[in-house]
């Protein structure tokens, strides 16, 4: 027979003992599930935080304390913390940089504020930020309704918002148009409402939209503190080359610290992009986790499936001393019992497949990610499914091939 010929012949085997060859298929099929669920959840989440990310740009970098905890030793003792970067190193690295880049500062007025508008109020769970002209620009903020600060604001430091979405859900109802010009109290200090951001969703360590934003002169008039640190981003435009902005502002970040050339940076420089990359290796184990673990339950369906084309032979021992007698070879009868076990094995691969996109895309409807056809993870399932069907069946096949026809035919 040819290769089309023992398909549908398996096929009819397969609807011929329909129950054992679903309850075979199913496992299978949980399998395959388990492996492509959830490596495309995994895939999922990676584009979620992708996407999260690009709000800074591919081309951005931050510049931050040197953090002691990971800096080197001295005789066994550990350095002292570098100093924060103060408002004035701050101000004074952006009129030093100049039009090279865009230049975002911003720093925490408050993590734990309460935000009130006439009766209603919010839970003291709110993080105000102030920021200037180019922070909302460069973190991927949009306004919905108003306007962003004005030159003058931010010079004067004047009391003025911007509210994420959720905060005009919990105050105005959600309303954005009515929120804009009304006054709010953030922790008793009055403030107008100038605009209302579009929503931006949460990112791993807060809600982009449970955010109030003031003027970053503003909140050092209301809400600084001794040695604060204010946070620099620097975005590049998609044709500069970032290794040379990259030098020029870690030049211009050693003049503003007044280093000295024997000096060591007391800052570090992070590209936007390197936390990606480090959650993407970091995922590397979890994916050779999940597919041993995917493996090891397709090890039992393999087994289940030996045994069922084992029963497969012994029940169709006459079957095959008939085709023997009508003149099928050994390879005739093994590659039959193959291609069955394959048919199988294809099937319940197939419906595990569907179950695994599903069940993998299922996340994405909490990170509002897009949905994914993980088109690698299919081929690995389609692969896997072929491995385990030679593996469940070449013993049985080879079983069902050395049988003698004469003794066969004698069968009951």
């Known amino acids: 027979m040819n290769l089309l010929e023992n398909i ?4 009819r085997n397969v609807k011929d003992n329909l129950l054992r060859s679903i309850l075979t298929m199913m496992i299978i099929a949980f399998g395959i599930m388990a492996l492509v669920g959830i490596l495309t959840a995994i895939d999922s989440i990676l584009i979620s935080m992708s ?27 550990r350095k002292p913390p570098s100093k924060p970067i103060t408002y004035d190193n701050a101000i004074d690295f952006a009129a ?16 734990n504020s309460t935000v009130a508008f006439e009766s209603t109020k919010t839970n003291p769970n709110i993080n105000v930020v102030g920021v200037n002209a180019d922070y909302l620009t460069s973190s991927g903020y949009t306004i919905e309704v108003g306007r962003s600060f004005s030159n003058s604001e931010l010079l004067y430091g004047s009391n003025v918002c911007l509210l994420g979405s959720q905060l005009v859900t919990l105050l105005f109802r959600g309303n954005s148009s009515y929120a804009v010009d009304k006054i709010v109290s953030i922790d008793g200090n009055k403030f107008k409402v100038v605009g209302v951001l579009d929503s931006k969703g949460s990112s791993m360590t807060s809600s982009g939209d449970k955010m109030v934003f003031i003027p970053l002169l503003t909140q050092r008039k209301y809400f600084a503190y001794h040695d604060q640190g204010y946070d620099l981003n620097v975005s590049v435009g998609p044709q500069a080359e970032v290794e040379e902005v990259v ?155 050395r049988l003698d026809p004469v003794d066969s035919l004698r069968y009951e």
Not at 96 to 111: D, L, N, P, Q, T
Not at 310 to 334: F, H, Q
Request: hydrophobic letters at 50%.
């Open 8 to 11: 549908r012949q398996s096929l």
């Open 51 to 77: 996407s999260n990310f690009s709000g800074l740009g591919a081309n951005s970098f931050a510049i931050t304390p040197l953090d002691s905890d990971f800096g080197p030793r001295h005789r066994g003792m």
């Open 96 to 111: 030093a940089f100049g039009s090279k880049a865009m230049v975002s500062i911003s720093g925490s007025a408050m993590s």
């Open 247 to 401: 030098s020029q502002a870690t030049g211009i970040m050693r003049n503003v610290r007044k280093l000295r050339v024997v000096d060591k940076n007391d800052f570090s420089i992070q590209k936007s992009d390197a936390i990606m990359n480090v959650l993407k290796d970091n995922t590397t184990m979890i994916r050779l986790a999940t597919i041993a673990i995917g493996f090891i339950t397709l090890i039992g369906a393999a087994i289940g499936l030996m045994n069922i084309m084992l029963v497969s032979v012994t029940d169709r021992t006459r079957e095959i001393g008939i085709r023997k007698a009508l003149g099928a070879t050994k390879s005739n009868i093994l590659i039959q019992f193959l291609i069955e076990a394959m048919v199988i094995c294809q099937l319940g691969g197939l419906i595990g497949i569907v179950l695994g996109i599903l069940a993998g895309n299922f996340i994405t409807l909490f990170t509002k990610s897009t949905f994914l056809i993980p088109w690698g993870w299919i081929s690995l399932g389609v692969i896997t499914c072929i491995v385990v069907g030679l593996i469940a069946g070449i013993y049985p096949a080879m079983k069902a091939a």
